[in-house]
């Protein structure tokens, strides 16, 4: 793949990815009822007792605004993730952190729907083209 497709597909993955990461999540923090019910399949408020509806609705919030949080800060920091190798390695690892915990919950916890593979594959692609094309701009 030439330098230039790369850096496309790369700046496609790393845009979309915190774009979703922005929007699913301050998303998930402000409709936690709902996104419950559209990522897991069931109402919290329907299935369990009121105060572990409530204990999860709360988690899920907190994990969903950091997740806003993180897409914002990065975002913010684009410039340093792609030309310094201190940010870039975080951002990676990052990254790979939560495809890793994908993984661990599919071992852990069992088959997931088939929209957590979905993503789980495009963030996977994405980390090794953001990967393969900022080992090019880090080397410059």
């Given at each position: 793949?030439?330098e ?15 774009g979703l ?8 923090a ?12 069931f ?35 684009r ?42 594959g ?10 393969a094309?900022?080992?090019?701009t880090?080397?410059?």
């Amino acid at each position: 793949m030439s330098e230039r497709a790369l850096a496309l597909v790369s700046g496609a993955f790393f845009h979309g990815y915190l774009g979703l990461c922005v929007v699913a999540g301050a998303g998930g923090a402000l409709l936690g009822r709902r996104d419950v019910r559209l990522v897991a399949g069931f109402d919290p408020h329907e299935e369990l007792s009121p105060r572990a509806a409530a204990t999860l609705l709360s988690q899920h919030r907190f994990l969903r605004a950091l997740e806003a949080g993180f897409g914002v800060l990065c975002l913010r920091d684009r410039e340093r993730i792609h030309t310094e190798p201190a940010s870039n390695r975080r951002f990676l690892a990052l990254m790979a952190g939560g495809i890793g915990a994908r993984v661990l919950a599919r071992a852990a916890d069992g088959r997931p729907n088939a929209g957590a593979y979905a993503f789980g594959g495009l963030e996977a692609v994405g980390l090794a083209a953001i990967y393969a094309h900022t080992r090019t701009t880090l080397e410059r």
